[in-house]
DNA sequence: CTTCTTGTTGCAAATAGTTCTCAACTGCAT
DNA sequence: ATGCAGTTGAGAACTATTTGCAACAAGAAG
């Protein structure tokens, strides 16, 4: 992956070779400032303005996935896994990730329809936990 | 609507019905910042705070909906007219609207499956228009 | 391995959008 | 007309992110 980006023209420093591993290890869809405070703890000395430097530059040479949702600082996240779609608490901010082949063939065919072939989409649900009568899984 | 409104328990002021007539003549999507400058147009001394409050409570009854584009300022159109969602072409940057029942069922369905009620959603496809066979129709 | 060039970094200050603080003010129910 | 809880203006405060600049280090060249 080191390999690539500098295939890319992307330097390998110190900061960023922290950088990548804490993306790489990460499961949850961390923030800027969490990202700052991961790395941080492998590499004291390692700024905040260097991580979001950083991002920019993955997020430009297509390793990384950047989701800007609802206002809240922007989440990012390794795009070597496959795609999927974000449900997102609006209580604690959680991001839940699905996917639905049905959505998928979907909104291929209403592109198709209105003549067009679609590149990427991007879909989010914004949502709270159900009351009333239970439901979900995940139990809390 | 101010009727709906003071229902609501909204006190209707001088500044707030300035801000919802600016809301019901624009045409097009402003964000916080135009909509100041309309305002402050009509009535000086309408102050940007008040824009942002005003907004925040217009939301909430429900009256108007807020669109956060990418990390771009947030913009407002009133709700009055029906949802859909938006095809851009990655070519023109034409958006077409569109709605699509089946999907909004299975939003719902998503959700339900993962113990949510979804409040909100965003769903943007991203394509080009087919080449090959036509396909198209609303020829630009 | 040393040198050189150029990209990169840390820090602090700058931006941008939005929210908050607080004293003064005003809908509107009575 | 009166009272009080809700609302306002002005500016400070906040949050997320970017940028200016001098010191620094990656990696190509020798």
Partial sequence: MEGALRDAGVRITRQRRVLLRVLAEAEDHPDA??????????????????????????EEAGVIDRHAFEG???????????HHDH???LE???????????????????????????VHHRLELYGRRRKGKAGGNTPR
Same sequence: chains 1, 2.
Avoid at 45 to 57: C, E, H, I, P
Avoid at 104 to 110: V, Y
């Fill in 92 to 118: 604690t901010g959680a991001v839940i990730e699905f996917r639905s082949e049905k959505i998928e063939r979907l909104q291929a065919e209403i592109a198709a329809e209105l003549g067009y072939d679609i």
């Fill in 33 to 58: 400032n969490e990202l700052h405070r991961r790395a941080h703890a492998l590499d004291p000395g390692l700024s905040l303005a260097t991580v979001y430097r950083t991002l920019s530059v993955l």
């Fill in 72 to 82: 809240k600082p922007a989440r990012f996240e390794t795009s070597d896994r496959p």
């Fill in 87 to 89: 449900l997102i608490d």
